[in-house]
Structures are given as C-alpha cells and as structure tokens.
C-alpha cells in the first residue's frame, strides 16, 4: 500500500526526530505535571470548541436530515446577525449585545442603545461566551448517581406534587440565587400561592444584608441608593471598590471615568480619596490612598463623622452619633489625611460623595447615609430609586437552623454551590449542640433536586441533578441596577438539554408546557406597554430593554432617629485592631473567578489579576512588612489558622486552618492578609478542578467577609510560615518605570501651566534627529493615516479589552507552566506599575511605601520603524501605506521572529 509522503515521512528515524522537536508528545500545564498532548487539548477544549474545533460535538446530531434550501429569516452565511439580550448578575443585569453567525453566538458587546452600558461590558461578560461552549458542563439528568432522562424528572415532580400540596408545602424549600427577574419573581408568587407554607431563600456568597437591611432603615423599603459619580467632585470610598463591575456596576464605573477626561487646560476633574486595606481597583485610580485595616473601617469611618457633625451641626447625624461612644483602642492612621478628606469633602456639599463597601457592617452603612445626609447629598449625588417591591426571602442562616430541625423534607438548589461557598460552621446540631457544615446538613435532607450547570460536589449530594441552561440559551428578564427591565433571549438552542430557572418552576407549578417567550411575554405584559401590545414586545426584543418604564425615584429624606437606634445596639466601640501576632484575615472576591463561578473559564484563568498579575491561582496577600515579620516571601507556604471561642465534643477550641502561598503587595495594610476567594473548586472540569486555595474553609456565618480575634466569636487567629513553597505564576514580576517615561503623568495644575509635559521625557535630547537604520521604511502616503491612543486617566485597568481581545480572535490559552514561561499569548495586555515618592530600586530587593499606582494597556504600537517587519522571513509582517503594521497569514511560517523581536513585547 502506498503512504501519503508525510506518512512516509514520519516513519523515517530523521522525519520522527523532526516530529518530536515540532509537535513534542508531551504539553506540560497548570500543576506543572507531565501530560499528554491529548490531555493538553482537553484542557484547552471549551476554547477550542469557541474557535470551532469542537462545535459539532457539543450536542447530538438530528437523526433526519434535510436540505438547507430556505433559510431562517435575514441569515446570509457568513455574516453576523446581532441580537440585544442581558447577563443575569447579582447587583443587576448588564445589558449586552450578541453576534452570531449561522446561528451560533461568536462575539459579546454591551448594548449602545442603554445608557447603563452604552456599548461597554466587563471582563466577565466577554469571558461568559467561552462558558457556553464548555464541554465539562452538565450534560445530562441524574438520579441517585445514575443516568436518568427529563421524562423522568417531569414524572418525580408529578409523583411530588400532590405530596406539597397536601401539606401546604411544609416541607418544601427552596435555595436560589439573585438574579432580579421579574418573571421569576412572578412565578414565586405563584408558587406560594400553591404552597403557602414554603420557605424561599436567596444566598450569593458575595451578597451582605447589611447594606439592604441599613437602606431600609435609613430611606424606607423597596428602595435602592443610586451613586451619580459623573455629578460628585469629591469622592470618598470606604472599603468600596465600586470601580470593580463585581462589586459595582458599568453605569458607576463610566460616570467616574467621565469626570476624569481632560481635553483641554480649562477642564476639571473629580478628587477620589480611598481607604482600603488592599490594592484595589478604585483605589489605583484614587488621588489620596490610606492603606487601613478592613476591620477598623468603622472606627475611622466614626472619626470622619465627628468631625463633619462638629462642623455642619447636622440633627440627621448628630442622632446616629450621639450615643455612639468612640473606640477605645484604633488601629493607627495618619489625621491630618483625614481632616484634609473631611474639609475637601464639606467644601462641596451636594456635590460629594461618601461610598463604604457593601460588606462593611450596618453600623458603617448607616453612619455613611448620615454623613451624605448632612453633606446635602441625597437628591444630588445620591439617589432613592423605587424598587420594584418583592415578596421577603430568608437567608441560608435560617434555612440552615430548619434544616437542622428537620423541617425540610424538599430542597431544590437552584444554581450555586453551597457545598463549596456556604459559611462553615453554619448552624448548630439540635442534638449535639455543635457547629455543623452544609455538607452534614444536606445529607439531613430526605430529597434534594440540584439545577447546576456543572456536577459539583452539591451535585454530588444531591438525589436529582439538572443541568441548567447558559443564559445564552435561554428566554428570561431582569433588572440593571437602575431599575430598568430588560430582556434575555437566547442565541441558540440549549447545547445540552438544559433548563432555565424559568422553565424549572413553570414545570414545578404542573403547567402545560410553554414554548419560546409566553412566559416573559405575560410579565412584560403586566408593565402595560403604549399602543399595540405586538409592536412593544419586538421593541422591547430590539432595544433590549423597555424604555417605557421609568424608574422613579423617593424624596431626599433619611430618618437619623431609627438610623441611631439600630447603630446605638449594633455598635462595639471595644472591638481590638488586628496586630502583629494576631493580624485580620480579609476574604474578597477574585477578579478572575469572583465567587468560584467561573472557576472553569480558561480565558479568565489565565487573565492576569489586575493589581498582583497573578494568574491560574489565589493566595495570601500581604505587605512588605508583614510578609518580613513573619519570614516569608513570594511563593512561601503560610498557615492561616482561626481559632474560634466555640469548643468540640472533647472542650476543646475549633481550629480551622489553611495553607497558602504568601504573594507580597506593596501598598497593602499591616497585620492584614487578603484572601481572593472562589478556588480551590472541585468538580467543575479540567481546567479548574481545585486550581488555587480554598478560602471558603476560613469562612463562618460570623465572620464572614473579614476575620479579627474579637474575643466574641473568634479567639485567635495566626499566620506564620511553614515549610515548603509553591510555584506562582505572575505575568510582570518588574514594577518599577525606572525613568524609562513608559507613563507619563502630572497633576491637573502641572498640566494647565505645560500642557506638552506628556512630549517631554528624560534622555530623549540624546537621541539623534533620526534614528539609523538597515530598512528603507515604505512611504506614508495614503489619504488616511491610521492612529490610536489610550485615555490613561480613564483606564481602571479592568482587563474587558484583554478578555474581548482574546474573544474576537480566538487565542488560545496555554496553561499554568506555560505562562510561568513568558509564553502567555494575550495580543494585549495591561502593565501595572508603582510609583513613591520615596526612590527605591527594585533590583535589590526594595519595595515602595505606600506607592501609588498606575495602568499601561500595552497592545500593538504599529510602529513607523518596526522592528517585527524587518527580522521576518517570508515578509509576512509588513507596513500598510496607511500606517498599520499588519500580518499576511498565509505567508507566515511560525517562525516567532517578530514576537522576539518586539521592544514592547506583544
């Protein structure tokens, strides 16, 4: 039998060598072990499918065929079709804006038609289309550990049915996440019309009553404050990272950004003052930083509130203070920065604004509400939106408590994985008396029904598992944090069977099924849409959202008598600050995996974190100073052990301990160590099975955002190194600028008397008129001459360009070991860089104090003289007459010249 050539080939011993050096056999990634090139391939699988490797396997083929000889409405092969639909969050949904080809969603954008997005989207969002196309997502019904089908799932919930309704569903409970539907609100209420002794319970590991509970007190119910950053000039954050689309939302972030665009000399800028105990988002972008521990936010939050109720003689704050007795023992911080903070901030009543993160306690929300109050700021800078009003849910501490009680016969878990995120420690045995897991508690439940997009270890757990459909797959409505409605539609057909939270308690309810949208059609309905009802509906379907409903909002009024009482009986003026033996242990969601979600997203994996670079894991951050105190260094393996004032069965004290690699952060507070959560996952797929630490093992209903031994709950809590390291794997281990002039900056008064500063930089006097070179440049001469820059003040440094980047061209991800490497292969990246007042020099082992901070988007700088063009090969990189330095791929060989070649290494 003749062979191909290349089969014959490859069966020589010289072609097999050349084989083995261009396509080695092994790929080695993540954990830095040797695998298969196959198993490399299965780790990059849910990119590759996007990229269309996989497509064809992602659901089972139809078993009759037809000729494609009509095609659906406007479809033209080949190009895109666009359709508005929104992504589901737990502050409120992001309107977005989805392309697909031959009916398969390609590209995320946000939705320029809405003025909360106006065309923008996060990282999260651009990352949530890879999730669509994951091969490790659940595929199939599962009853009691076996392949079971939905027929008979549908017969259970029949066969269940007449059980809930003959006791009112006593029994019967329900774990769900926020999600903000109005339609499935809806259905709720029908539901317990059914069965009206049903609990509903609404958990998000990153959600805290404390700032719902402080809104209702201080503004009414159903209300909501609204932050107008584009109308505040003076800005103070407390522990809040509302630059973050995770914390924050798109609307915030833009109408800071807009007060930060300096086009001309005359222009102004807002002041953003940050107290915060790590590097965060907002507070790279603040102007005046104080690193200061979480736990000891209330207490400089109640000196900020002194000083301005002395000032304004304000009755609305001065009845939130009066009884308030200041802390007897404070962490130490610099006053006259508060003082100046207070005095900028009086200075511009009405147009100030004070912001505490949302996992700060009630007694900080409120005496926050009490200071914009007495600042004139409510109506101005900070508004009351009228929500829609919602049926009361309860929280996972209370399902726990019946659960414990063997109250729950029933259980469904819609989305979420409490297995992995719920508090230890959660409630108490009835019979023992001692603290119990969520893990123990599930198993109590005599049937439990799991909706997951993923068989984790919930799954695991449970008696029925149901995959869920990806909200690109799906009919559904929400709300953006504004208020406004909005609609989901899906792209395509759900890939693996799935069902919707909408679909799954329409079938619980026993109603005739439903196809396509009636069931968001009947709540849109219900907003009484002008004119023709068919006419509204395809509006609401184009634009994306319902511009008729118009979100109201309450009169400026803050009731300081029933904010003072609540903050009189939840105040602890003896609370100790973390210390040098027992520092404060901050658990903060990723800015990759937020709660653990994500967890399975190659593209976010990889994505460096914006402040640390750190890819493919979490760890302990923690300053310079603490990290020396203890001995540790980058990599190190540390012990974080709390101990809690709680005994076991032997009267001993509850020990819960994790071991982490230590990551040294410049700029972050002593005696505080900074955990992201969300690794540490297991069951969810290849790419991120138990990547990382597990912050959630430190994590307890008491304590729950931040961890200090308060003597109440927690008796002490410990870092020190022990033996071993771990690799890390950080994309720019390099943070100081050096004087190269990489960024170029100046404060707005610098600006106004040299407004060329930006052309000027150090040693450019030294270089000659024109540079020699060995290459004849192609002239310029086209009519257009392409150019880009980069608004520096506006960048946060968010990484959405990087994830949209990696979207729009299908880049691959390469793995943990890999990027470790420097073979990372993002086509832009953003470098992060320190700046101090106070000169240090990185290469002996110096770290700035309390530096600044500062973000370069680095991309393609398709340079007049480049230098990729000039060491290619075959001329595949070449100049356009236009200015664009751009590729012919069907020349390009691999040979990576250009990549080596590039200065700025992109």
């Known amino acids: 039998m ?39 391939l299965k780790l990059m699988g849910a990119s590759m499918a996007l990229a269309g490797f996989g497509l064809s396997s992602c659901r089972k083929p139809e078993m009759h065929l037809v000729p494609f000889t009509k095609s659906a409405e406007w479809v033209i092969p080949g190009k895109s079709l666009y359709y508005s639909t929104a992504m589901p969050r737990r502050y409120g949904a992001m309107p977005l804006v989805v392309a697909t080809v031959d009916g398969r969603p390609i590209k995320i954008e946000g939705n320029p038609m809405h003025p ?98 402080s809104t209702q007190i201080s503004f009414g119910d159903s209300t909501r404050v609204i932050s107008q950053f584009d109308k505040a000039d003076v800005i103070l954050a407390l522990d809040s990272d509302f630059l973050n689309c995770g914390e924050g939302d798109l609307a915030s972030i833009r109408a800071f950004s807009a007060r930060r665009r300096v086009r001309e000399a005359k222009d102004s800028m807002n002041r953003l003052y940050v107290v915060e105990s790590r590097f965060t988002l907002t507070g790279a972008m603040a102007d005046h930083r104080l690193p200061f521990p979480a736990s000891q936010i209330p207490a400089i939050t109640h000196a900020l509130a002194t000083r301005i109720a002395t000032a304004t003689k304000d009755s609305g704050l001065s009845s939130v203070l009066i009884t308030l007795k ?160 909005v609609a989901i539609q899906p792209m395509i057909l759900p890939l693996f069977g799935g069902l919707s939270e909408i679909d799954f308690l329409w079938t619980l309810l026993g109603k005739p099924k439903v196809e396509g949208p009636q069931l968001i059609q009947d709540t849109f309905r219900a907003t009484a849409p002008p004119g023709d009802f068919d006419v509204a509906w395809n509006r609401f379907l184009h634009d994306g959202f319902a511009s008729h409903v118009v979100p109201k909002n309450q009169p400026p009024k803050f009731n300081g008598n029933s904010a003072g009482g609540v903050a009189h009986t939840l105040w602890n003026n003896e609370a100790p600050p973390p210390g040098k033996d027992s520092p404060e242990i901050v658990l903060v969601a990723s800015y990759s995996m937020d709660d653990g979600r994500y967890i399975n997203n190659g593209w976010l994996q990889e994505m460096p974190d914006p402040i640390t670079k750190l890819t493919w894991d979490n760890a302990a951050m923690m300053s310079p100073a603490y990290a020396h105190r203890i001995g540790a260094k980058d990599g190190d393996l540390v012990e974080v052990t709390v101990t809690d004032t ?41 790419v991120g099975d138990e990547a990382g630490f597990n912050g959630y093992l430190l994590r307890t209903s008491s304590n729950p955002h931040f961890i200090v031994a308060d003597g109440k709950a927690v008796a002490k809590v410990e870092v020190k190194k022990v033996a071993g390291s771990y690799a890390l794997s950080i994309t720019q281990e390099h943070f100081s600028i050096e004087g190269r002039g990489l960024v170029r900056e100046a404060t707005l008064d610098h600006y106004r008397e040299d407004p060329e500063f930006v052309k000027k930089i150090g040693g450019d006097e030294e270089l000659p008129a024109k540079l020699p070179t060995l290459y004849s440049h192609p002239p310029l001469d086209a009519p257009q001459q392409w150019g880009m820059a980069v608004d520096l003040n506006t960048c ?67 340079c007049e003289n480049a230098p990729c063009e000039t060491v290619c090969p075959v001329n595949a990189t070449i100049h356009s007459e236009d200015g664009l330095n751009v590729m012919v791929y069907n020349r390009c060989i691999g040979t990576r010249y250009c990549a080596n070649n590039c200065p700025f290494k992109v």
């Open 326 to 485: 200041p802390p007897t023992k404070t962490s130490k911080y610099d006053a006259r920065w508060l003082d100046e903070a207070a005095a900028d901030l009086m200075s511009k009543a009405g147009a100030s604004l004070v912001v505490a993160g949302p996992h700060q306690p009630v007694v900080v929300q409120l005496m926050v509400y009490a200071i914009n109050s007495a600042l004139k700021n409510i109506g101005t800078t900070v508004l009351l939106r009228e929500m829609p009003k919602r049926l009361r849910s309860s929280s996972i501490l209370q399902l726990a408590s019946e659960i414990s009680a063997g109250r729950v016969q029933q259980l469904f878990i819609l989305g979420g994985d409490p297995v992995y995120n719920a508090p230890r420690s959660i409630t108490l045995d009835r019979k023992t008396k001692q603290p119990v897991d969520w893990t123990e508690l599930q198993k109590l439940v005599p049937d439990v029904v799991r909706l997951g997009q993923y068989e984790d270890a919930t799954s695991a757990l449970s008696h029925w598992h149901v995959p869920a459909a990806h909200y690109l797959e799906s009919w559904g409505d929400a709300l953006t944090p504004s208020g406004t409605p």
């Open 796 to 862: 946060t440094g968010c990484n959405a360009c990087v994830i949209a980047c990696q979207a729009e061209n299908n880049i691959p991800i390469v793995g943990k070991l890999q990027v470790a490497h420097g073979r990372v292969m993002h086509w832009i990246r953003i470098d992060r860089y320190y700046a101090s007042a106070k000169p240090f020099e990185q290469d002996k082992g110096e770290w700035p104090e309390n530096p600044e901070m500062v973000h370069e988007p680095m991309m393609c700088q398709h």
């Open 646 to 686: 709680a005994k076991d069965p032997q009267g001993k004290p509850i020990r819960r301990a994790l071991v982490i690699a230590a990551l040294i952060v410049p700029g972050h507070a002593d005696h505080s160590v900074t955990i992201p959560l969300g690794y540490g996952r297991k069951h969810t797929g290849p």
């Open 116 to 213: 909360d997005s106006n065309g923008a989207t996060d990282a999260f969002a651009q990352a949530s289309l890879l999730d669509l196309y994951d091969p490790s997502r659940s595929q199939r019904f599962v009853h009691q550990n076996k392949l079971s089908d939905r027929a008979a799932f549908e017969k259970y919930l029949a066969e269940l049915r007449p059980k809930m309704t003959a006791n009112g569903g006593a029994g019967l409970a329900f774990l769900v996440e926020e999600t903000y539907s109005p339609t499935r609100e809806r259905l709720r209420a029908e539901l317990q019309k059914q069965y009206p002794r049903m609990r509903w319970c609404v958990y998000d590991p990153l959600l805290s009553e404390a700032q719902n509970f």
């Open 2 to 40: 003749d062979l191909h050539p290349g089969d014959r080939l490859a069966r020589r011993p010289a072609g097999a060598d050349w084989l083995e050096r261009e396509f080695p056999a092994g790929a080695q990634e993540m954990e830095a072990d040797d695998v298969s090139r196959r198993s490399f």
